[in-house]
């Protein structure tokens, strides 16, 4: 039995049906045709899978797609233009954060939800926001610098327009 | 020295004096941001689990919930929609494709053939037992489960460890070998009665090294499409080696070779787990060609940490003799491999023992040495390549000791090793178990690094607090890594394997770039050092440079990436490609500037008379009259060219110094602060450099300190989520300072070595050995990994 899903993803509302039982990891990626999310462990465990519903970071994997109804969903495809990359982005390519990429997507929705929330944070902060993402291949010092890095240049922004 | 000399001679005789040649320019040794990073930073890089095909199947596998056991029966016949909507494969459908078996080319080696999925017998939980198929993943597994609850065995013996493999009355795991011991063999070199009769003192240690992987955030997954009407297979792997996984599955499916095309599309982590050839990867493409649809497998993380291959595992035993004054006089070793239930083909269960044995003399002047190999079978994922085969293993295990030996002498750690360190002017250095150093810089990669930490302010900081009741520690590891596997390093190491790679240097007629190489990236950054060493090789931006790699259909043959080989073969099949087609260029714009080729430079793009820059033509103008006029064309047109190499062993090296702090209530480390020199001769982008040994230290960080994959007494695994295999957080990292010595290979294309390995060969004794230092008032001994609370306060006596 599916029930109908509707949320806005990324900016653009968007109708489904899917059945109750179906993670919102599952349903944004075959569904939806959004692959940017990563199942890295299916078990709450990696953040390979990190959306926002809300603007709040979750691990779509473990959150049912129903429960998103009426809700606005950001997924790495929705963080900026290619043309015009997120701070966060643009601190991970210059501080060389990203290897095999696979944790990448997930990287930054945990840290766009932090700078997000606190473009202020320090270095154990960050660690503590991106706890729950898993790398395999950077050792973190190099995402750590770069979130830090994009928290500095918002900060700047943020002076210079206020 | 003289036999210094001759290895030099007879190097530079052997490889040829082209070696050295690379043409340096605006780009090499330049931290050149990734070309690669845009498509991961928003989502839009591709991997297998990502792709879909119209008629798509998807697998899921029927594992065995046995350690051991027979396989008495499989009643599809329970699935609904069998043959319709559902189909399931066992090992008996896979009959006609033969076993999987090692390549090593060692007489003395019992060999053991997995088929791709079990047939007859099982040998660990997580062994395949079925394929079951359907058009949703969701009905895929639901008839799995169905199937898996039918299957009858009958339960073996289960074989957990060497300890059990070895005895008297074990269950065998494969009967017609009459014994789990599949390997024995040692080897003696020099005079290693002599020194140890002639020691002041010896010292010895027992090390279980843990078993651990590599799991890689991507996990396996293949997807094979056959069409039949040209009977071409196309297999898009998570593989570090397209180009030999292709030669393989022909081989298997009885395929011609040119109607196999494998593509690695983005590999998320690999690290060595992804070189091998796993069973699923012959499995998944022969049920493609008989069903005549498109089939996909995407392993789950509980597959993964079970059935995927495990790593490190083995039990050493070392002696060390020694002067009262600290002069090391010869080495005993005992090492001896937990190869799981498939001595795994490729590299087989040596993997870890012998090279281990080979490598262990490290930096260090050893001249008498025995070393002792085994390999056991046992009812366990079977163990294969991780970062750092072997060679992490023996580096703990020998860091450990000589630290054991200093305190047992009195004689301080660093000044222990400086006496047995090989100098740089020793260099090139034949080690005695066979392996050449080409150049390196031992001694002063542990001087810098503990100049960096301050070493003597340390010690006297240690001292102080210990007066107050807490406990620090500093922990040295040196280490030479091994690199450029080729034919020659393969040989050195202890499991010969022929090489061959090549790369394709093309440029089109705008005069863009495009190049094709055999080695394979999976988060090393080649689009980025490659195309840096093209971009200088032919004076061009890398931003006109594009890099093919990972695809058989439009690259060159090769082995892919693996034992950091890539930098050196990668680089100098660029090199010499670049190069050749230089001269092609040359050729060409002498004679539209009516000018000698040799006479002429290339740079930013431009073709000009040295010396006078304003006589130049731009780069596409030339490659546009090289295609396009036949007044200046050459009687080869096309601007390209294949360039092969098969490189000389070569060693980078290096010092990681750990500090950390121990509490002596709770059993809790403290990681302060790591500090790793790392000398991989000439760098061609310090900031993939850099990334690349922050990675592999912590992965040794896990390796020590958290990660352990625990099988109970009956052969069941217990670590089986992310719950209980841990692997180091974002909160388990300390800071980590990287600093270069470059010290090129007088051997290789351009002075490069390979690297990538260090820290997780290194990393583990350094914090080994700064635990100990810790808890030296505590006579604690380390000699198992991972260093848990609970083992830290036994190693202090606080729980018995
Ligand atoms: S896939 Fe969702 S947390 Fe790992
Ligand atoms: S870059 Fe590979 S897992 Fe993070």
Known sequence: ??????????????????????????????????????????????????????????????????????????????????????????????????QCGFCTPG???????????????????????????????????????????????????????? | MSETLDLREQAIRKWGSDNRAIRKGKWIGKPARRLEDPRYLTGAARYVADLELPRMLHA?????????????????????????????????????????????ALDNLLRTPQPVIAIGKVRFVGDAVAIVLAADRYAAEDAAELLSSVVEYEELPPVPNVAASGASDAALLFEELGTNEIYREAITHGEVDEA????????????????????????????????????????????????????????????????VRVIAPEVGGGFGMKMCTVPEEIAIPFIATQLGRPVKWIEDRHE????????????????????????????????????????????????????AAKALPGPYRIENYREEVGAFLTNKSPVAAYRGVGWTAANTARELLFDEAARGLGIDPAEFRRRNMLRSDELPYLSCTGQVYDSGSYLESLDKALEAVD??????RQEELRQQGRYIGLGISSYVEQTAWGSESSAQAGTPLPSHDNATVTVDPSGKVTVAVSVSSHGQGHETSLAQIAADGLGVDIKDVVLLHGDTSNTPYGLGTYASRSAVIGGATVARAAADVREQILQVAGKMLEASPEDLVIEDGKVSVAGTPSRFKTLA???????????????????????????????????????????????????????????????????????????????????????????????????TTYMDYLVPTFSDVPPIEVISIETPSPFTVGGIKGMGEGGQIAAPAALANAVADALAPFGARIEKLPITPDYVLRLMGKIG
Not at chain 2, 68 to 92: C, N, Q
Not at chain 2, 678 to 692: F, L, R, S, T, Y
Request: charged share 20%; with cysteine; proline share 5%.
């Open chain 1, 1 to 98: 039995m599916k029930y109908p899903l509707n949320v806005r993803v990324n900016g653009v509302e968007t109708s489904v049906d899917v059945e109750p039982h179906r993670s919102l990891l599952n349903v944004l990626r075959e569904d939806i045709g959004l692959t940017g999310p990563k199942e890295g462990c299916d078990d709450s465990e990696c953040g390979a899978c990190m959306v926002l519903v809300d603007g709040r970071p979750v691990n779509s994997c473990s959150y049912l797609a129903l429960q998103t109804d009426g809700r606005e969903i950001t997924t790495i495809e929705g963080v900026s233009e290619p043309s015009c990359p997120h701070s966060i982005q643009q601190a991970l390519l210059e501080e060389g954060g990203v």
């Open chain 1, 107 to 162: 990287i930054v929705m945990s840290a766009k939800a932090l700078l997000d929330a606190n473009p202020s944070c320090d270095e154990d902060e960050v660690r503590l926001a991106l706890g729950g993402n898993l790398c395999r291949c950077t050792g973190y010092q190099k995402i750590v610098r770069a979130v830090l890095r994009a928290a500095e240049q918002l900060q700047d922004r943020a002076g210079t327009t206020g």
């Open chain 2, 60 to 104: 899921v596998y029927v594992r065995s919930p046995h350690p051991h056991a027979r396989i008495v029966s499989i009643d599809k016949s329970v699935l609904p929609g069998l043959g319709k909507t559902v189909f399931a494969f066992t090992g008996e459908d896979l009959r006609d494709v033969p076993p999987l078996i090692d390549h090593v």
């Open chain 2, 196 to 259: 140890f009769a002639k020691a002041d003192r010896v010292f010895s240690t027992p090390f279980e090294h843990n078993r651990y992987m590599a799991a890689p955030m991507e996990t396996r997954g293949v997807l094979a499409d056959y069409d039949r009407a040209d009977q071409q297979l196309t297999v898009w792997s998570s593989t570090q080696m397209p180009h030999f996984l292709r030669s393989v599955i022909a081989g298997q499916l009885g395929l011609p070779e040119n109607k």
């Open chain 2, 304 to 355: 993964h940490l079970i059935a995927a291959t495990h790593s490190k595992q083995q039990s050493i035993n070392l002696e060390v003799a020694v002067t009262n004054d600290g002069k090391i006089l010869g080495v005993r070793g005992e090492f001896v491999g937990d190869g799981g239930g498939y001595s795994f083909n490729t590299e087989s269960a040596l993997i870890e023992p012998a090279l």
């Open chain 2, 455 to 460: 070493y003597q302010a340390f010690r006297q």
């Open chain 2, 621 to 719: 103008d030339v490659a546009y009259a090289a295609h396009w006029d036949s007044e200046v064309r050459n009687s080869e047109p096309l601007l390209s060219a294949t360039r092969f190499y098969d490189p000389p062993a070569n060693y980078a090296n290096g010092c990681v110094v750990a500090l950390c702090e121990v509490d002596a209530d709770t059993g809790v480390v403290t990681l302060d602060r790591i500090v790793a020199v790392e000398d991989c001769g000439m760098v061609i982008n310090p900031m993939i450099v850099e990334a690349q040994v922050h990675g592999a230290i912590v992965q040794g960080l896990g390796g020590a300190m958290l990660e352990h994959l625990i099988y109970s007494d009956e052969g069941q695994p217990l670590t």
